[in-house]
């Protein structure tokens, strides 16, 4: 029998994944709410499907996947989140996964990903038309947020949250001066002048929850 690995913070997320995947005859080999024992249980289950969650504590989705390809493992990765938009979505295709599905769709939609993925093929709902049909403004936006790592993306998010340096740091897993380098280059790579309007900004590219 195929072995999955469920990965999200929501208890409630990880039920609803567990019993579609056992409908379609995976063995849930574990699962877990952050991406540091996410890695391990990769390490020693390798199971054939992961279903990653991006926003969790310890290590981000993006953080996994890039992990996850470093370890070579030959794990299938399907990307299940809240974070609807074709510039996470092609994130995490480069990083490493085969499929990404917004959590908003419906069971039967996850069913079909699973059945995608597990076939040799690669699953994207359909996010690209959000883009697509975006004003100038939005499209311009898109190639600001382009030129920011995974790292300053992730800190961009913290900081929208409301957490201080300090707790981003040990978020993280990096010093304060570090933290606040991230800080910095996305103010200045997006041209923003304080957290306030980076915080409009987060909210109006779909890049928060």
């Keep these: 029998m195929r072995k999955a690995l469920i990965v999200d913070d929501h208890p409630f997320i990880r039920r609803i994944v567990r019993l579609v995947l056992e409908k379609a005859n995976f063995q849930v080999a574990a699962e877990t709410d952050n991406g540091a024992t996410a890695l391990d249980l990769a390490r020693s289950h390798v199971p054939h499907l992961i279903v990653l969650d991006l926003s969790m504590p310890k290590l981000d989705g993006l953080e996994v996947l890039k992990r996850l390809h470093i370890l070579g493992l030959p794990i299938k990765v399907l990307v299940l989140t809240s974070k609807g938009s074709a510039f996470f979505a092609d994130r995490c295709i480069r990083a490493g996964a085969i499929g990404f599905i917004e959590k908003t769709e419906d069971v039967d939609a996850l069913t079909h990903a699973i059945h995608r993925v597990m076939s040799g093929g690669i699953y994207l709902n359909d996010i690209n038309a959000n883009v697509a049909t975006a004003g100038n403004d939005n499209q311009s936006d898109q190639q600001l947020i382009k030129t920011l790592s995974d790292r300053e993306l992730r800190t961009l998010q913290y900081l929208v949250s409301g957490l201080s340096n300090k707790k981003i740091s040990e978020t993280m897993l990096l010093s304060e001066k570090t933290v ?11 041209n923003i002048k304080s957290v306030v309007y980076l915080a409009e900004f987060a909210k109006r590219n779909n890049l928060v929850e």
């Design 180 to 190: 606040s380098t991230y800080k910095t280059r996305v103010l200045n790579k997006l």
